[in-house]
């Protein structure tokens, strides 16, 4: 396994992540999902209390349950290996050789960096071999890599591996194009920025087969 030990201040101890992998601690899960919304809600409520809010507004009294119900149970729901879709292949009776291309997969995630979204578009390729993907697999896969704290260039090549896991072979590519709130919304405050990143496998890192995803999703 392709891994190092990286050392965080704010950690006790030393943390173990894979270079591709989320980096989660090995008691990760230790936490029901319930005790997770609990400590989370408790946590935020401090925050908007030191921000000077005043929690008994009847508008912000119930913001740290739902912002912790929100965390847990939607926007980082993929960092658990439990929420990981089923994915069922079918055999390619058809025998169709040619690249899939599912394009225009909405993407909604959170910058690991300051929490914020980031929203755009993915586009995914495959060639079938003896079994083709139920296309909505190919999507909930793709939302559960991005229901995790992210960097663009990590989610990309979490996809790309998980698609080559599910199908068996690697002749997969991916491609991104999302905008960044931090960048949009904060700091340097570029609304026009975008960030794309591609990864191409197996018969992908062909050029004539990589110009063919490309024309394909800019059409
Ligand atoms: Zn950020």
């Known amino acids: 396994m392709n891994q190092f030990t990286a050392m965080e201040e704010t950690f006790d101890s ?8 989320t980096p989660l601690r090995d008691d990760a899960f230790e936490l029901t999902e319930q005790e ?4 989370i809600a408790k946590h935020f409520a401090e925050i908007m209390w030191t921000l000077g ?4 507004d009847d ?3 119930g913001t740290p349950l739902r912002v912790a119900k929100m965390y847990v149970e939607e926007a980082f729901s993929g960092l658990n290996r439990e929420n990981k879709p089923k ?10 050789d040619q690249m899939l291309v599912e ?3 909405t993407l909604y995630s959170h910058c690991e960096h300051h929490f914020v979204p980031i929203i755009g578009k993915i586009h995914v390729a495959y060639i079938p071999h003896d079994k083709v993907i139920g296309l909505s697999k190919i999507n909930r896969l793709v939302q559960f ?22 199908l068996g072979h690697t002749d997969v590519a991916v491609w991104i194009e999302a905008d960044h709130l931090c960048v949009a919304s904060r700091g340097i405050k570029d609304t026009n920025s975008h960030t794309i990143t591609e990864s191409y496998s197996g018969a992908f890192k062909d050029e004539y087969i990589q110009q063919k ?5 800019n059409q």
């Open 14 to 21: 030393p943390v173990t992540v894979s270079v591709v992998d």
């Open 36 to 39: 997770k919304i609990n400590k």
């Open 53 to 56: 809010l005043d929690l008994t």
């Open 59 to 61: 508008s912000l009294q």
């Open 87 to 96: 994915i069922s292949l079918f055999e390619n009776r058809y025998g169709y």
């Open 103 to 105: 394009k225009n997969i």
């Open 145 to 166: 890599y991005a229901k995790r704290p992210q960097v663009q260039e990590r989610l990309t090549v979490q996809i790309v591996n998980g698609l080559c896991e599910a």
């Open 213 to 217: 995803f490309r024309t394909y999703i």
